[in-house]
């Protein structure tokens, strides 16, 4: 710029380091609650155990989040996916949302401590 015969001197500056956002760890964990039921308490005698899961979450997300929260050594892990029900409520028709439960198997010696019993 040379507005009355003065110069300006541009410096160059280095772009700022990019900082990564950090995710909270609710956003991470895929495990929604353990799913307690007869079945459940008795699949557990067997090194299994039954866990609500959010419905996009795959096997080997599960597997290593149970592995992080629960320190076991998993074998297996089964899926079970409910159908999406219609419901309606005061004649508007609506949906009951898909529920995912995942069956996991755990070496034989270890347990999970679930708070039940």
């Known amino acids: 710029m040379a507005i009355f015969k003065k110069t300006s001197q541009e410096e160059k500056k280095s772009p700022a380091p990019v900082k990564q956002a950090a995710v909270p760890q609710a956003a991470i964990l895929?495990?929604?609650?353990?799913?307690?039921?007869?079945?459940?308490?008795?699949?557990?005698?067997?090194?299994?155990?039954v866990f609500r899961v959010a419905p996009s979450a795959t096997k080997n997300?599960?597997?290593k989040q149970?592995?992080?929260l629960y320190g076991v050594?998993?074998?297996?892990?089964?899926?079970i996916v409910g159908e999406e029900k219609q419901r309606?409520?005061?004649?508007?028709?609506?949906?009951?949302?898909?529920t995912k439960k995942m069956i996991v198997t755990i070496k034989a010696g270890q347990k999970i401590d679930l708070g039940v019993r």
């Open 30 to 49: 895929r495990i929604q609650r353990p799913h307690i039921t007869e079945k459940a308490l008795r699949l557990s005698e067997k090194n299994q155990y």
């Open 61 to 63: 997300e599960i597997k």
């Open 66 to 68: 149970v592995k992080k």
């Open 73 to 79: 050594d998993v074998t297996q892990v089964r899926s």
């Open 88 to 98: 309606r409520l005061r004649g508007v028709a609506g949906k009951k949302s898909i």
